[in-house]
């Protein structure tokens, strides 16, 4: 299959629409806030987004109420999430009544029509609405709506494309997101991913390795490779490359850097990842290995194509290569069916593996999903339970696991000065992605050192550098 790269050509168009606004906007000075929800791959297309506006003109603030323009780059995967987006695309009324800007919502969630028709009706002071699969086009968009001064709606759905050689503004210099793919082919059977992002599709290696080397060359030393399923890298591309070949072409960049990924899905985890993984020093100790389910029966009404059992044997092998390797997951509870012996399967893996990290959610309906038509006869209130019994075990495995690094030495990477608390207003992080507050100057933001964990909990630990 050929990588659906948009053409050369059609980025230039935007890049004329871009001048265009530029051009309009001469001499005014103009700002900009992007709120994003959900998810990494949301971040990474805010960033675009944010390159966008800026060289449009537009600086960056972070307040809603003092932008002329503001986007609102939404989130579909819990109801809850889109619940938040819709309150707060309301509460812009008031903004837009204040001072006249220009309201944009993007993102998965307007992907779905019957969201979009929402806020078409329902919110008549948002002036744009543009899907996933739009967002290449977002300088198009947004010069037609600026000059026709009409409400412009764009979420054509397709399969998707890559766009290449869009703007990208990043908050952050030491630490940055690579998309290395998009969509998902995989159709968990509760997830609306795969119907909003569309196919998987994956950039070109070369593409993906020269941005990560300007990065690394402008000072970023901490690389996040995004894909919902990255370990499918390259399954769509002619040449033949996989997810361990991508990280052994990223780990030969020259320069001082630590490469991360997210998201792996365990059916597709193998133990050349591993091998790959410990061989590749700037490959970070760390996997983000979504479980979702300790019981196999929900595994499979999941359709996850995986049981406990390889689970296990995964983190397992892992280990054995790496003995330090940091753990972390997703798990759902509540799933359509869902009994307590289920639960009991999970809290039973939960347990034994001992995450590092792990995010627990309550299974959210999605309409459109094969999940939303199953028989769901476990109350809410059950389902809450079992939440924060979740929750409880996996708060005092972490507190097990910070108590025990106390007194230890660990490498971090200096990311960021914040605000003081408990003298400590340097923000690092550890291999395994676990922040560390600690004292020092703040020259030091950007380098990778060496601290003494001198304290404890379970939202992170306090040291001193060595
Ligand atoms: N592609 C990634 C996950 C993307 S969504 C992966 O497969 O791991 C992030 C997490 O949200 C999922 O891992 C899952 O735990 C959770 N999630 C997705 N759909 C959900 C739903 N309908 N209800 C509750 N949690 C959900
Ligand atoms: Fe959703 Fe499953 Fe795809 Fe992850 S792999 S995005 S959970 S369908």
Redesign the pocket.
């Known amino acids: 299959m050929n990588i659906k790269q948009l053409p050369d050509e059609m980025i230039h168009r935007q890049q004329e629409f871009i001048s265009a606004v530029a051009e309009m906007n001469m001499g005014k000075t103009l700002t900009a806030f992007v709120d994003t929800y959900g998810c990494q791959q949301n971040e990474a297309d805010s960033e675009i987004i944010r390159g966008i506006l800026c060289e449009m003109g537009y600086i960056q603030v972070d307040d809603e109420s003092d932008a002329d323009v503001i986007v609102i780059n939404s989130c579909a995967v819990r109801e809850h999430a889109e619940q938040r987006v819709l309150g707060n695309v309301g509460q812009l009324i008031h903004v837009k009544r204040k001072r006249n800007c220009f309201i944009a919502v993007c993102g998965c969630m307007v992907q779905q029509p019957q969201m979009a028709e929402k806020i078409k009706k329902s919110y008549r002071h948002v002036d744009m609405v543009f899907g996933v699969h739009a967002l290449p086009r977002f300088p198009e968009l947004f010069y037609r709506a600026l000059t026709t001064q009409k409400r412009v709606f764009d979420i054509e759905a397709s399969d998707g494309v890559i766009a290449e050689g869009l703007p990208v503004l990043r908050k952050d210099k030491t630490k940055a997101w690579v998309s290395i793919m998009y969509g998902?082919n995989?159709?968990?059977t509760y997830?609306i991913?795969?119907y909003v992002r569309g196919r998987e599709r994956s950039r070109a290696p070369g593409m993906i390795v020269e941005e990560i080397t300007r990065l690394v060359e402008e000072g970023c030393r901490d690389v996040t490779l995004l894909g919902?399923?990255v370990n499918s890298y390259g399954n769509d591309l002619s040449e033949d490359i996989d997810f361990s070949g991508l990280l052994e072409l990223i780990n030969d960049i020259p320069g001082d850097f630590r490469i991360r990924f997210m998201?792996s899905?365990p059916k597709d985890a193998t133990p050349r990842l591993f091998d790959t993984m410990a061989k590749c020093e700037k490959v970070a100790n760390h996997i983000h290995l979504?479980f979702q389910s300790g019981s196999d029966r929900i595994l499979g009404l999941m359709n996850r194509r995986y049981d406990s059992t390889k689970y296990r044997e995964l983190v397992r092998y892992a280990r054995s290569k790496m003995p330090d390797i940091s753990v972390t997951s997703d798990v759902i509870v509540g799933f359509p069916g869902e009994t307590d012996e289920d639960f009991d399967g999970t809290m039973k893996l939960v347990e034994d593996i001992g995450f590092d990290g792990l995010f627990v959610f309550i299974y959210s309906k999605r309409s459109g999903t094969p999940a939303a038509e199953m028989e769901d006869p476990t109350p809410r209130s059950e389902k809450v339970k079992r939440f924060q019994k979740l929750f409880d075990l996996q708060d005092e495995i972490t507190a097990r696991k910070s108590a025990g690094l106390l007194g230890t030495e660990v490498d971090v990477l200096v990311e960021a000065v914040q605000e003081e608390q408990n003298g400590c207003n340097l923000l690092a992080r550890t291999e395994s992605n676990r922040p560390v507050y600690v004292k020092g100057d703040s020259s030091l933001v950007g380098t990778f050192t060496k601290a003494r964990i001198t304290d404890s909990s379970k939202w992170g630990m306090y040291g001193e550098l060595v």
């Open positions: 998902c995989n159709f968990c997830c991913v795969p919902q399923n998201t899905h979504p």
